[in-house]
């Protein structure tokens, strides 16, 4: 296709306006990465709720707010902002993982459990869910053998499982892992390829 100069000029202005804000968008992202690294939630907090009144539908920033709830110890705000992701882009697995972390943290190994297949089930090569999935296993076979033995307190097969679960996965190593943010959308990505690309990026916003 060829352009006249004009025309060509003016696809060149809107491809830099759309690479300035995209790299708006990167410093918006930073600016509060750096506030929740800093360990000052509440900043971060309004910083990304200031920039979700103007784009209530940024998964990112939505996921990201979500990470600064978690971390900030408001695990049910933290739940709602993943809940309502998983609902909205069920196609991203990593709202599911960091769910999972949430009902793990609360003791709910079969809710735990069931996020994380969904999250494995969408990116099978999402190694941080993979790895959940597995001490949510070993953490429900503890509960199990435990269970056992105070039925059968001489049963030396069960006391066996239950201390080599134990010695692979101490009870202090075995808290879940967080997905701290939301893969970067691809620069071509438009709204209409959103749920084909979502897997390893953002949806439209």
């Not at 793990?104 to 190694?127: D, F, I, S, T």
């Not at 620069?187 to 690309?197: M, R, T, V």
């Amino acid at each position: 296709m060829k352009y006249t100069g004009h025309a060509l000029i003016k696809i060149m202005c809107l491809l830099a306006c759309a690479c300035a804000i995209d790299g708006a968008r990167a410093d918006e992202y930073s600016d509060v990465n750096q506030l929740l690294r800093s360990g000052k939630h509440a900043q971060a907090l309004a910083k990304a709720d200031q920039y979700l009144a103007g784009k209530p539908k940024d998964a990112q920033m939505r996921f990201l707010k979500g990470v600064i709830e978690s971390d900030a110890g408001k695990a049910t705000e933290a739940m709602a902002s993943f809940t309502a992701l998983t609902v909205e882009y069920p196609e991203l697995p990593e709202p599911y993982n960091n769910l999972a972390v949430l009902f793990a943290g609360q003791g709910e190994y079969g809710k735990a459990r069931a996020a994380l297949e969904m999250a494995v089930r969408l990116n099978p090569a999402y190694a941080t869910a993979q790895e959940n999935l597995g001490d949510i296993y070993a953490k429900m076979a503890d509960q199990a053998y435990a269970k056992v033995l105070q039925q059968e307190p001489a049963n030396k097969a069960i006391t066996a499982k239950l201390s080599l679960v134990r010695q692979i996965f101490p009870a202090r190593s075995q808290s879940a892992k967080t997905t701290p943010a939301l893969p970067a959308p691809k620069p071509a990505a438009s709204s209409a390829a959103a749920p084909a690309a979502a897997a390893s990026g953002v949806p439209g916003k």
